[in-house]
């Protein structure tokens, strides 16, 4: 196989199976070549994928090594689309009554769903990270985007139990947005016990959702390794009940009166500049 031809083929490969380690041998019968060629190309695809902020290639050495794709956004790249994000989120026709935001449409965009997931992605792609857990809301697309990038499977905690999914386990927690009672539940088979993992959303204001998966995925041991939100809400009324977090965006200074919002970036940001 030409240098052209394997340059496409490995650079598919990793860009479908990010962060899966593969042992050189795997390249070498598929593009029908020598390590030493194969080294050569990973070398020129490590160079390209950092030149465009896309991410690079970890490689180890010793009778297990191999090379895997780690999917880090740059930084000017982040920061690039959570402007962009910011700028839509501000138009004030996207107001809802409570100092909500209308994000259906954007939440519907593959395009603008997968960036997010590429964003957090990079937040993420250094930890130990099993499964992705999100609630049946408008939260999944997100969860399925960033899992992508992850290469890990998704798990939805539902509101009432589905006989199709065996028996299950069920906690009660308080809305912090509604301060409603609401359910939560989580089939047994869905989560191995003492998986890693990362809770991804689309909204949250007080917390209570995110704390009520937190507490449900207690009952599996499970360890919470990131949490992941697109938009917080900047109430001084609400307490807020999740201090670990990270937030894209962060609505303020909602004002029904004179139809007026104010979107700032979220804590991503920070954690940007503080590691600048």
Do not use: W
């Not at 989580?186 to 009520?212: H, Q, W, Y």
């Not at 990131?226 to 200074?253: C, F, M, P, Q």
């Amino acid at each position: 196989m030409k240098r052209s031809n394997r340059l496409v083929v490995l650079t598919d490969f990793f860009l479908e199976n990010p962060r899966k380690h593969i042992q050189l041998p795997y390249f070498v019968r598929l593009c029908d070549t020598t390590k030493s060629s194969i080294s050569e190309d990973l070398d020129i695809i490590h160079a390209v994928f950092q030149s465009q902020g896309m991410g690079y290639l970890q490689r180890s050495t010793g009778a297990g090594g191999g090379v895997k794709y780690i999917p880090e956004y740059s930084q000017e790249n982040n920061m690039q689309f959570i402007e962009e994000l910011r700028k839509k989120l501000e138009d004030p026709s996207r107001i809802l009554p409570g100092g909500y935001l209308y994000m259906s449409d954007l939440l519907g965009d593959p395009q603008t769903v997968r960036e997010i997931g590429r964003v957090f992605a990079s937040k993420f792609s250094k930890m130990d990270i099993d499964v992705i857990v999100t609630v049946a809301t408008k939260g999944i697309p997100l969860a399925y985007a960033v899992a992508s990038f992850l290469n890990v499977p998704v798990v939805i905690a539902r509101r009432d139990p589905k006989v199709t999914e065996g028996s299950s386990v069920s906690i009660n927690y308080v809305s912090g947005s509604s301060r409603k009672i609401q359910t939560m539940v989580l089939p047994k088979r869905s989560l191995e016990e003492g998986a890693n993992v990362c809770i991804i959303d689309d909204f949250m204001k007080a917390g209570g959702t995110i704390t009520g998966m937190i507490n449900l995925l207690s009952e599996f041991d499970a360890h919470v390794q990131a949490i992941g939100v697109l938009a917080e809400a900047d109430d001084e009324e609400e307490e807020r009940i999740v201090d670990h977090y990270t937030s894209l965006v962060k609505i303020s200074n909602v004002d029904m009166r004179h139809h007026t919002i104010e979107i700032q970036a979220g804590n991503f940001v920070e954690d940007l500049t503080n590691f600048e």
